[in-house]
């Protein structure tokens, strides 16, 4: 079946950076949009930043704007979030999500069916 695994999440200072990776199996990433999602503890899940196929357009939730960008490595069927400039108020799991993909992507959690297990950002001193 379709599967997402996300890595790179841990530890960091305010003003620090990370990338976050999400590695798609069975099926190739490049044809889907591809979603970044976080929930913080007791908060909803928020759409953060979101990418159509192929060259499509990204969206971004306003806070993050000018701090995260994604990018794709489509021969390792994987996009990439960077997240510099980081907060403690981008402290949460991290989610990547899928869905076929358009050249718009959405940022509403509802309209993806596939997501990764979630990896942990902490953002403190």
């Known amino acids: 079946q379709l599967q997402l695994v996300e890595s790179g999440g841990g530890l960091v200072q305010p003003g620090g950076s990370l990338r976050l990776s999400c590695t798609a199996s069975?099926?190739?990433?490049?044809?889907?949009?591809v979603g970044w999602f976080r929930q913080a503890p007791w908060k909803e899940r928020e759409g953060v930043l979101c990418?159509?196929?192929?060259?499509?357009?990204?969206q971004y939730l306003d806070s993050v704007k000018g701090r995260f960008a994604t990018s794709r490595n489509n021969a390792e069927n994987t996009v990439y979030l960077q997240m510099n400039s980081l907060k403690p108020e981008d402290t949460g799991v991290y989610y990547c999500?899928?869905?076929?993909?358009?050249?718009?992507?959405?940022?509403?959690?509802?309209?993806?069916?596939?997501w990764g297990q979630g990896t942990q950002v902490t953002v403190s001193s």
């Open positions: 069975n099926f190739t990433l490049e044809t889907y949009n």
């Open positions: 999500a899928a869905v076929r993909g358009s050249y718009y992507c959405s940022l509403n959690v509802a309209q993806y069916p596939y």
């Open positions: 990418v159509g196929n192929k060259l499509g357009r990204t």
